[in-house]
């Protein structure tokens, strides 16, 4: 049985993280399993593997996807074999809502960092369901306009801060600091290879700065987990 989750809505900020005000009742009373079951026919649940990939960049646009549980990174590859990590997403999170707006083609790839289950469901069975239910369509625009916000701040963060702080940053966000006022260990440990293509500089200055976090106290790792305290705030508020 699905278990009931709040829908991923994360509100970014370009500066230091902080607290996020109660959510609404709108938000608060979100039940997956209630907008699950609205879609009826149309909708199949998959369990991904670390690595594995849910869509292509260039494959068809046909769908939206909705993670249950685990963690997915989306990418993109330049003409000229670039990569870049756009957005790392978690449980009760969207992605793939570029269909619904007519998006012919994936702008990115989609794969899991770990054990992933996803709910595919497609194109036409989410528009129906929008329109049949303007609760679902409210908290659906919701999610979109915070997906939105954290573009935009993440743009910001690459325009003007050092990659120490976006890193920092990075890691800060990853721990959900600010949401439900508690810190959480980021399961299984990220790589430095995935958190250099989203902090937008090289694995080695991402391990020089892992490392320098570490001799500090602000974050504790090993192969299997890594844990990030609020001290890392420090690099944020007096870089």
Same mark, same amino acid.
């Given at each position: 049985?699905?278990?009931?989750?709040?829908?991923?809505?994360?509100?970014?900020?370009?500066?230091?993280?902080?607290?996020?005000?109660?959510?609404?009742?709108?938000?608060?009373?979100?039940?997956?399993?209630?907008?699950?079951?609205?879609?009826?026919?149309?909708?199949?649940?998959?369990? &991904?593997?670390? %690595?594995? /990939?849910?869509?292509?960049?260039?494959?068809? =646009?046909? #769908?939206?996807?909705?993670?249950? *549980?685990?963690?997915?990174?989306?990418?993109?590859?330049?003409?000229?074999?670039?990569?870049?990590?756009?957005?790392?997403?978690?449980?009760?999170?969207? &992605?793939?809502? %570029?269909? /619904?707006?007519?998006?012919?083609?994936?702008? =990115?790839? #989609?794969?899991?960092?770990?054990? *992933?289950?996803?709910?595919?469901?497609?194109?036409?069975?989410?528009?129906?369901?929008?329109?049949?239910?303007?609760?679902?369509?409210?908290?659906?625009?919701?999610?979109?306009?915070?997906?939105?916000?954290?573009?935009?701040?993440?743009?910001?963060?690459?325009?003007?801060?050092? *990659?120490?702080?976006?890193?920092?940053?990075?890691?800060?966000?990853?721990?959900?600091?600010?949401?439900?006022?508690?810190?959480?260990?980021?399961?299984?440990?990220?790589?430095?290879?995935?958190?250099?293509?989203?902090?937008?500089?090289?694995?080695?200055?991402?391990?020089?700065?892992?490392?320098?976090?570490?001799?500090?106290?602000?974050?504790?790792?090993?192969?299997?987990?890594?844990?990030?305290?609020?001290?890392?705030?420090?690099?944020?508020?007096?870089?």
């Amino acid at each position: 049985m699905m278990s009931k989750k709040r829908p991923g809505l994360r509100k970014a900020s370009t500066g230091p993280p902080k607290a996020e005000p109660q959510q609404d009742s709108a938000k608060a009373s979100f039940d997956d399993r209630a907008f699950l079951a609205s879609v009826g026919t149309g909708r199949s649940s998959t369990t &991904f593997q670390p %690595g594995q /990939i849910i869509y292509r960049q260039g494959d068809p =646009a046909d #769908a939206v996807h909705y993670i249950e *549980s685990g963690k997915i990174q989306l990418k993109v590859v330049s003409e000229h074999g670039k990569e870049g990590v756009i957005a790392m997403l978690g449980p009760g999170e969207f &992605f793939g809502e %570029g269909c /619904i707006v007519s998006q012919p083609l994936r702008m =990115a790839s #989609a794969s899991a960092t770990a054990v *992933s289950t996803v709910v595919r469901i497609e194109k036409a069975a989410m528009i129906r369901v929008l329109h049949e239910q303007p609760a679902i369509s409210e908290m659906f625009m919701a999610f979109l306009l915070a997906r939105n916000v954290q573009i935009e701040a993440d743009l910001v963060d690459q325009l003007f801060n050092s *990659s120490e702080r976006r890193l920092a940053r990075l890691l800060l966000l990853l721990a959900n600091f600010g949401k439900e006022g508690k810190m959480e260990t980021i399961l299984p440990s990220i790589s430095q290879e995935i958190l250099a293509a989203k902090v937008g500089t090289t694995r080695s200055r991402i391990n020089f700065f892992m490392n320098k976090f570490r001799k500090l106290g602000f974050i504790e790792y090993d192969n299997s987990e890594l844990k990030v305290h609020t001290s890392l705030l420090n690099v944020i508020v007096h870089e």
